[in-house]
Structures are given as C-alpha cells and as structure tokens.
C-alpha cells in the first residue's frame, strides 16, 4: 500500500486552497499516487491566534511557522506549504525550501467600495494595512491618508472593509486569485509605485533536509525561474535584517538569461527611500550574491541613525 503523504498548512481559506493546489499538482505528477494517499494536516499557528494587535508586537513573521516547522522536525508531516514572504530569512537547523510553484501576481491591489482608484481617496480618508511596506509606500504618495491596522486572513478583512472600518484596504493580488475572489479587485497597483514585499505571490514547500524521497516527488513541481527571483529577493531582505518592523519592497524577474531587480528601503511615513536597480545572469549563485550586495549597500547608504530611528518610530506606533 502507498504509505500517506502529509502535507502542513495553516487553516485559513487561502492557506488550505495553496496546500490543495500542492497536493493536486503531486497527484496529477505521480501515476502511482491518489488523492486518497495525500492528507492535508491543519496545524494552528501562534500568529493565527493573535489577532489583536501587530505582528511587529507579537513577535514576527516566525510566528506562522514555528508550530509546522516544529511538525516537520518531528516528522508529523512530510512538506509544508507556505506563502515565500512569510517566511523568515533563516530557517531552523535540518529545513529546507525545496519547491518553488510558479509564482502568481505579484502586485498590491486597492480594494474600496467608495472610490475606483488609489489616487481617488480623499484627503484624510482611512486606509487599513497591517503592512508597514504598504503604509510607506501609500504615505510616499498620498501623506495625508490615515493608516490603520487592519490584521487577519483575506475573508476577514474584507467583513472589516465592508463594516466600514476603513474606505480602503490593500491585498496581494496573487491571494485573490488563487481563492477565486479576482474580482474583488478595484484596481491593481503599479509595480513601479508599489514594490511588492520580497517573495510575494510565490509559493514555497518546506522540507526536512534528509527527506530525499519526499524532494523527489516534488522535483515535477519546481519552477525554477521562480527561486531564481525569490533567492535574490530573500538574500536582499536577509542583508537588512529584514522584518516586520522594518518597510521593505523588492521584485526581481528573470529576462532571458538575465535577472532584474529592483529594491527600496523606507522610512515608515514614505518620506526617504533608499533603492537600488541591478541586473545579473539569471543564476541561483548570480541571484543570492546581487540581492545581499545591493542590500548591503543599501544599509550602508541608510546607516546606523536610520535604523535607530525606524525601530523607534515603529516601537512607539504599537504601544
């Protein structure tokens, strides 16, 4: 009898849909394999728990993985299936990111039922973002909107918007798309005005590294355009010391045989931004080395006052 497969994932809708997006594509790659043979295991997060306040608060982006990683290193499951910009930039001893699907959308999307464009929003008016990328990048434009928190899963903050908490929210589009909610959409931001957090719309599995059987059946599913992107975007977030308290935005795309990127740096009223554009082959060791060089110039180009400075301002927003 073909021994199960257990695939981890976070329980919420959008979560469950990428997990059965992983084990459709596992099936439909394996003539032996039925979907009989593949279990979805649903394993609560402690960032899935809080709700209440920032992520920045609680304790990071780690927060929605510990838990699966924890089921993974004791073999409760087999693979992962995570959203790549949720994951840290260090993974735990004995882990790997072995697969890469093909990466969705990755532009922001403005949602509203009042106003049919970003720029349309009035002075003042109320824009809900948990994400300090996407405050920075609103506040560049548009200084005179106020941002609110606005947490929890896709569903969840619609039922916010809808209630009237804000005019307007931001979404990643590749997460409305793959819950058949596209249209959701009110208008679908600019890539050269709304940079994407490093890893957006790529879906990433995690494994345990001496798990060669479990990498060989996802071999079929890797696209590795995708990871050549993700890997430099990752390396320039790891150079920062990227994290929840820090607005970053980066999107690299491979050309041919070549990769562009492009990267910023904010401060978290959207005033300053550092950034950099640079092109390299379109190779996993051309990809990691140019994300950390640029970031690294970036640091130095930002400096030790500017950091001081964010950490400060964002400490002081979540008290």
Not at 14 to 32: E, I
Not at 47 to 58: T, V, Y
Not at 99 to 117: G, M, Y
């Amino acid at each position: 009898m073909q021994q199960s497969i257990k695939i981890g994932t976070r329980g919420s809708p959008l979560a469950l849909a990428q997990a059965n997006d992983v084990k459709s594509k596992l099936v439909a790659a394996h003539a032996d394999l039925s979907p009989e043979n593949v279990e979805i295991v649903v394993i609560k997060t402690t960032g899935d728990r809080i709700l209440d306040k920032p992520l920045i608060e609680a304790g990071g982006k780690g927060l929605f993985t510990k838990e699966i990683e924890e089921a993974l290193l004791d073999s409760s499951i087999d693979c992962a299936v995570h959203s790549s910009k949720d994951m840290p930039t260090t993974l735990p001893d004995g882990l790997c990111l072995t697969v890469f699907l093909p990466r969705e959308d990755p532009r922001d999307t403005f949602i509203s039922k009042k106003f049919s464009h970003f720029l349309d929003l009035p002075k003042g008016a109320v824009l809900g973002t948990a994400s300090l990328r996407r405050r920075a990048l609103a506040l560049r434009q548009r200084p005179d909107l106020k941002v609110i928190n606005f947490r929890g899963n896709v569903q969840s903050r619609l039922r916010k918007l809808a209630e009237g908490d804000a005019d307007a929210r931001f979404l990643a589009q590749a997460g409305l798309n793959r819950l058949n909610m596209a249209s959701v959409a009110t208008e679908k931001l600019p890539l050269d005005e709304f940079l994407p957090a490093p890893a957006q719309g790529a879906v990433t599995i995690e494994i345990r590294e001496d798990n060669t059987k479990m990498a060989s059946l996802l071999r079929p599913l890797h696209a590795l355009e995708t990871e050549i992107a993700v890997t430099a975007e990752r390396a320039f977030l790891a150079a920062l010391d990227g994290s929840c308290r820090t607005p970053i935005a980066a999107y690299a795309s491979v050309h041919g045989d070549s990769l562009i990127i492009k990267a910023k740096l904010l401060s978290l009223d959207g005033k300053q931004v550092f950034e950099r554009n640079a092109t390299c082959a379109a190779t996993l060791e051309a990809a990691a080395t140019t994300g950390n060089n640029i970031g690294l110039e970036i640091k130095a180009e930002a400096g030790e006052e500017f950091f001081e400075r964010l950490y400060k301002e964002v400490g002081e927003e979540i008290l």
